[in-house]
């Protein structure tokens, strides 16, 4: 069965920083686009980044500058880095693996494997 498993939610405060990772099995990891995605509590899941096969990288506009993705696909392991957290971050993240990563208004409909979430939640 296809895993993709994300790891290092948790709770923080305005200001700070979350490592998430998402390792993947069952599926070949280097054959993906991979992504995050969030969705906060009565709000649409959105995209945050993805990483492409090709090793180029792509960040929603309104969270450049303050994350990051990376993956290393000799782990099979997909990562966002996240700095100056704040509570508008709140949300469920959710690693995903993609067919396709063009347009950001097309990831959603590209996800082809979701992971559980990882809850991150900014507060004072």
């Known amino acids: 069965q296809v895993q993709l498993v994300e790891t290092g939610g948790g709770s923080v405060q305005p200001g700070g920083s979350l490592q998430l990772s998402c390792t993947a099995s069952?599926?070949?990891?280097?054959?993906?686009?991979m992504g995050w995605f969030r969705q906060a509590p009565g709000k649409e899941r959105e995209g945050v980044a993805v990483?492409?096969?090709?090793?180029?990288?792509h960040v929603y506009d309104r969270l450049k500058g303050r994350f990051t993705i990376s993956r290393d696909n000799s782990k099979s392991t997909l990562y966002l880095d996240m700095t100056k957290l704040t509570p508008e971050d709140t949300a469920m993240y959710y690693c995903a693996a993609l067919s396709w990563c063009g347009h950001y208004s097309t990831w959603l409909e590209y996800v082809k494997f979701w992971g559980q979430g990882t809850q991150v939640t900014v507060s004072s």
């Open positions: 990483f492409q096969k090709n090793m180029q990288t």
């Open positions: 069952g599926v070949t990891f280097s054959n993906y686009c």
